[in-house]
C-alpha cells in the first residue's frame, strides 16, 4: 500500500506552500495557516508556479492539500484584496481564473484531498481538480451572495460541471456549508474517509494512476474538458451578464458587505 509522502530531498517549502514529490506523486500543500490558506494573490501565483515545477518534473499525479488535520482548508477569496472602487475583479486574467485553467489544462490529474472547511473561491479551486476525496469532518459552502461579492461566469459554470443545476443553485442561493456526505451523494466528492484514514486512501489512489499510461490520461484529461465545455452561450447573453456584474460592482450592496466582513458583523443587503 502507498502511504503519505515522508520528508525527503526533494521537498521544498516556500512562504505559502510546501512541495514533495515521492513514487512520481507530487504533493502541493497549502501553507498559510495564519490567513486561513486565503487565496491570495500571492499564494496563487505560488501555487501556479510550483504546479508547472511538478509538471516538469516528471510526476504522473498530484495531490493538492492542507495540512494534516486543518480545521480550514482555504478560506477563499482573500477578501481584504477585493478592489472597493467598482472595478470587476474576476476578469478572464483575475489570478484564480488563471489557477483554475492551469489545473483544468494540465495533463496530470490533480486530486484535491480536503480536511476542514472549504468556503468560496476555494470550492471552485477544489471542484476544478479531477478528483476530490473529502474527510468526514469537511464542509463546503460557496459564499458570494453572502458577501455582496458577484461571481463570475466561468466559475459559475465550473460549479455546474462538477454537481447538478438544482444542488448548485441550493449552494449559491444560501451560501450555507455542506457536509462531507451530502457532497458525497451529490456528486461533489469522489468519496468520504475518516480523518485518520483519508490520507492512505488519497495516495493508494494516487498509486494506481501512476501505474497507467500517461499519455493516455492526458488525453482522456483533455477530451473530458473540451467536451464539459461545450456549452453555447449568445454573445447578447454574455454582455448582459457583464451588465449585471457591473451593477453590483457599483451598488451601495457591494461596499455594504466588503465593510461588513471586515466589522465582523452580518450585511444589511437593500439590494440598491
Not at 514533495?20 to 500543500?29: K, Q
Not at 459552502?141 to 466559475?155: F, H, M, S
Not at 454573445?235 to 458587505?257: M, N, V
Request: proline fraction near 6%.
Amino acid at each position: 500500500m502507498a502511504t503519505s509522502p515522508m520528508l525527503t530531498a526533494q521537498e521544498r517549502t516556500r512562504s505559502l506552500v510546501k512541495t514533495c514529490v515521492e513514487n512520481a506523486i507530487g504533493t502541493i500543500t497549502l501553507n498559510n495557516p495564519q490567513k486561513h490558506n486565503a487565496l491570495s494573490i500571492a499564494l496563487i501565483e505560488e501555487l501556479k508556479g510550483v504546479g508547472a515545477e511538478l509538471r516538469a518534473s516528471g510526476v504522473r499525479v498530484v495531490v493538492l492539500r492542507a495540512a494534516p488535520g486543518a480545521k480550514v482548508w482555504s478560506a477563499g477569496h482573500d477578501v481584504t484584496e477585493l478592489p472597493t472602487n467598482g472595478r470587476d475583479p474576476l476578469t478572464y486574467n483575475d489570478p484564480l481564473r488563471r489557477l483554475v485553467r492551469a489545473i483544468q489544462e494540465s495533463p496530470v490529474p490533480v486530486i484535491a484531498m480536503v480536511e476542514g472547511s472549504v468556503w468560496g473561491g476555494a470550492c471552485e479551486l477544489v471542484m476544478s481538480c479531477d478528483v476530490v476525496f473529502a474527510a468526514e469532518e469537511a464542509t463546503f459552502a460557496i459564499t458570494p451572495a453572502k458577501l455582496g461579492v458577484p461571481y463570475d461566469i466561468a466559475g459559475v459554470l465550473n460549479f455546474m460541471q462538477r454537481a447538478g443545476l438544482p444542488i448548485i443553485k441550493e449552494m449559491l442561493f444560501t451560501a450555507q456549508p455542506m457536509s462531507a456526505q451530502r457532497a458525497l451523494q451529490v456528486g461533489i466528492v469522489n468519496q468520504v474517509f475518516p480523518a485518520k484514514q483519508i490520507e492512505t486512501a488519497t495516495y493508494d489512489f494516487a498509486a494506481q494512476i501512476t501505474r497507467n499510461s500517461p499519455l493516455v490520461i492526458a488525453l482522456l484529461k483533455e477530451e473530458l474538458r473540451v467536451l464539459s465545455a461545450a456549452t453555447p452561450l449568445t454573445p447578447e447573453g454574455f454582455e448582459r451578464i457583464q451588465a449585471l456584474r457591473r451593477q453590483i460592482y457599483d451598488s451601495a450592496d457591494y461596499q455594504e458587505g466588503i465593510k461588513a466582513f471586515f466589522e465582523r458583523r452580518t450585511p444589511r443587503f437593500t439590494g440598491k
